[in-house]
């Protein structure tokens, strides 16, 4: 399983992830922005240009990924919150796994389901305040 730090930004994504490619090099994995959603017509003008996710490969076994919050849907930014622990297993039934147990007794964002980019995703916050990505994808073992 791989480990990846997920970072949240208020509308600055780009412009963070532009420095980080210029101090680490490389090529963006993928750069998605809130455009690229379904019925992303009902954003708010001011946040359709946002970051959906972006991916920078900083090592052989790191990637640096982040997206912007969307304000019209009840998203904040906290500070101190703008990180999640991002978990990439090599199952469907690990993700299921992982996802059930670390979130018990916390609070659910986004349940694991089937995601309209391809992969089986699912997100919160566990019972100790430390929020949580889980991220399945069948090419990417």
């Known amino acids: 399983m791989k480990v990846n730090p997920y970072l949240n930004f208020d ?6 992830f532009d420095l980080y490619k210029k101090v680490f090099g490389g090529e963006f994995m993928a750069k998605m922005k809130m455009t690229e959603m379904p019925e992303s017509d009902k954003l ?9 996710h972006i991916s920078l490969p900083i090592s052989e076994d790191t990637i640096l990924m982040a997206s912007d919050i969307i ?14 622990i991002s978990l990439h ?13 670390l979130s018990e ?11 309209f980019w391809g992969d089986y995703f699912g997100s919160f916050t566990d019972k ?10 069948a090419e990417f073992k």
């Open 44 to 52: 708010p003008e001011n946040e359709r240009e946002r970051i959906m």
């Open 71 to 84: 304000p019209s849907m009840g998203q904040k930014l906290p500070e101190g919150s703008n990180c999640y």
């Open 105 to 115: 007794g916390g609070e659910v964002e986004m349940p694991m389901e089937d995601q």
């Open 11 to 16: 509308g600055t994504t780009e412009e963070a």
């Open 89 to 101: 297993p090599t199952s469907r039934e690990e993700a299921d796994r992982l996802f059930d147990e």
């Open 128 to 137: 100790f305040g430390v929020r949580w990505m889980i991220n399945y994808n």
